[in-house]
């Protein structure tokens, strides 16, 4: 394939020339750093990516192509990606475009042909940072005063662009590898939660479907006195925080409604965005890692059983070591002893930092869905 010049300037006033195979146009956003192995579809296409350029550590990308089934989001809300190098011909009887169609059809720009260990390091060094990429400009100037003038990403809310608009709920369960689709979602415990949208990935819900629970999912701006009001009348039985991008520090309307519903003690479950919001609604303040933590290769270690599992993340905040009063540690990521999961005390909410669906990533964590099942 043909590839086209493309410029990056990183607000540390670092700037670069690269090739493009993505879509035309000009972006901006935080660069950060993947080291899972595989996946990168699952990966860019999971909503808490939004506003975010993925360098992916893996060096040769697109061999296995791209296609709708492992599309964790109805779009790609990465700003783009980085890989070494890029690989237009497809090996892959699942595929049905390249990567390079999809990230076109999406609007996310593809960035290869550069040094991503140097990118990465840089990252893993310095802390991620504001960035600007185009095809369309190669002035280094007028890239820096365009970046200049954009928000951070720490003060966006982009839980407003990838949240479901209105609530719906969820047909499919986990993946069925003997005929290559998604069952179809059978409740058979006789139990309802609500999962409200932060930038859910379709295979969280799949999982909660999978353990035999009946999904509805509800936007972030979702109404909270008629949430308790369905639980006070037996038609739902637990509440479920997702995932999602950006700072949540900055989600104040939405920590009011999660403390309303934690007045009432109705069983929770949170992910990575929404493990955060609980702890904030308990006052206790996330804070931002040095480079976060994004791959499928975490161990962490389930102090309830000793046993380390490895796990998937994608997270630039965590909650702090403070939220030790109020609640029990059930896991700790072993590269740099931070909290991935709690239970609270005398209250029905537990949450977890990594990502125990995976997609991409191991299945070591999958129990954790049946055990939020268990406790409605």
Same mark, same amino acid.
């Given at each position: 394939?043909?590839?086209?010049?493309?410029?990056?300037?990183?607000?540390?006033?670092?700037? @670069?020339?690269?090739?493009?195979?993505?879509?035309?146009?000009? $972006?901006? !956003?935080?660069?950060?750093?993947?080291?899972?192995?595989? !996946?990168?579809?699952?990966?860019?296409?999971?909503? /808490?990516?939004? *506003?975010?350029?993925?360098?992916?550590?893996?060096?040769?990308? !697109? &061999?296995?192509?791209?296609?709708?089934?492992?599309?964790?989001?109805?779009?790609?809300?990465?700003? !783009?990606?980085?890989?070494?190098?890029?690989?237009?011909?497809? %090996?892959?009887?699942?595929?049905?475009?390249?990567?390079?169609?999809?990230?076109?059809?999406? $609007?996310?720009?593809?960035?290869?042909?550069?040094?991503?260990?140097?990118?990465?390091?840089?990252?893993r060094d310095n802390g991620p940072?504001?960035?600007?990429?185009?095809?369309?400009? %190669?002035?280094?100037?007028? @890239?820096?005063?365009?970046? $200049?003038?954009?928000?951070?990403?720490?003060?966006?809310?982009?839980?407003?662009?990838?949240?479901?608009?209105?609530?719906? +709920?969820?047909?499919?369960?986990?993946?069925?590898?003997?005929?290559?689709?998604?069952?179809?979602?059978?409740?058979?415990? *006789?139990?309802?939660?609500?999962?409200?949208?932060?930038?859910?990935?379709?295979?969280?819900?799949?999982?909660?479907?999978?353990?035999?629970?009946?999904?509805?999912?509800?936007?972030?701006?979702?109404?909270?006195?008629?949430?308790?009001?369905?639980?006070?009348? $037996?038609?739902?039985? *637990?509440?479920?925080?997702?995932?999602?991008?950006?700072?949540? #520090?900055? #989600?104040?309307?939405e920590l009011k409604k999660l403390?309303?519903?934690?007045?009432?003690?109705?069983? &929770?479950?949170?992910?990575?965005?929404?493990?955060?919001?609980? %702890?904030i609604a308990h006052n206790h @303040?996330?804070?931002?890692?040095?480079? *976060?933590? =994004?791959?499928?290769? =975490?161990?962490?270690?389930?102090?309830? +059983?000793?046993?380390?599992?490895?796990?998937?993340?994608?997270?630039?905040?965590?909650?702090?070591?403070?939220?030790?009063?109020?609640?029990?540690?059930?896991? @700790?990521?072993?590269?740099?002893?931070?909290?991935?999961?709690?239970?609270?005390?005398?209250?029905?909410?537990?949450?977890?930092? =990594? =990502?125990?669906?995976?997609?991409?990533?191991?299945?070591? /964590?999958?129990? &954790?869905?049946?055990?939020?099942?268990?406790?409605?």
């Amino acid at each position: 394939m043909n590839l086209k010049p493309i410029w990056i300037y990183l607000e540390n006033g670092i700037f @670069l020339e690269a090739e493009s195979f993505g879509y035309n146009g000009t $972006k901006i !956003g935080e660069i950060v750093f993947n080291t899972s192995m595989s !996946g990168y579809q699952e990966i860019i296409s999971d909503p /808490s990516y939004a *506003g975010q350029f993925v360098i992916f550590t893996m060096p040769e990308i !697109g &061999i296995v192509g791209t296609n709708d089934h492992d599309m964790e989001s109805k779009t790609i809300y990465a700003s !783009g990606m980085f890989v070494r190098n890029y690989n237009s011909n497809v %090996s892959n009887f699942r595929s049905t475009a390249t990567l390079s169609n999809l990230l076109n059809t999406h $609007k996310s720009l593809g960035i290869c042909s550069i040094d991503t260990r140097y990118l990465t390091k840089m990252v893993r060094d310095n802390g991620p940072q504001m960035m600007i990429a185009s095809t369309e400009i %190669s002035d280094k100037n007028i @890239l820096k005063n365009l970046l $200049k003038k954009s928000p951070h990403i720490e003060e966006v809310n982009y839980i407003k662009k990838v949240s479901t608009k209105k609530s719906y +709920t969820h047909t499919s369960a986990a993946w069925d590898e003997s005929k290559l689709i998604y069952k179809v979602a059978k409740p058979y415990l *006789g139990k309802k939660i609500v999962a409200i949208d932060f930038g859910i990935k379709r295979n969280i819900l799949n999982e909660l479907s999978e353990v035999g629970l009946e999904v509805e999912v509800v936007p972030y701006n979702f109404n909270v006195d008629e949430l308790i009001s369905r639980y006070i009348n $037996k038609e739902i039985h *637990g509440v479920f925080l997702s995932n999602g991008p950006g700072n949540p #520090l900055i #989600l104040q309307d939405e920590l009011k409604k999660l403390k309303k519903l934690i007045e009432i003690k109705i069983p &929770i479950f949170a992910i990575c965005l929404g493990h955060q919001l609980l %702890s904030i609604a308990h006052n206790h @303040l996330t804070y931002k890692l040095k480079f *976060g933590q =994004h791959g499928g290769n =975490h161990p962490v270690k389930n102090s309830k +059983t000793n046993i380390v599992e490895v796990t998937a993340q994608n997270h630039n905040y965590n909650v702090p070591n403070s939220i030790a009063s109020i609640a029990k540690i059930t896991h @700790l990521n072993l590269f740099d002893n931070t909290i991935e999961g709690l239970d609270y005390i005398n209250k029905p909410i537990f949450s977890v930092q =990594h =990502h125990p669906e995976a997609s991409p990533g191991p299945h070591d /964590s999958k129990y &954790i869905f049946k055990e939020f099942a268990n406790r409605l």
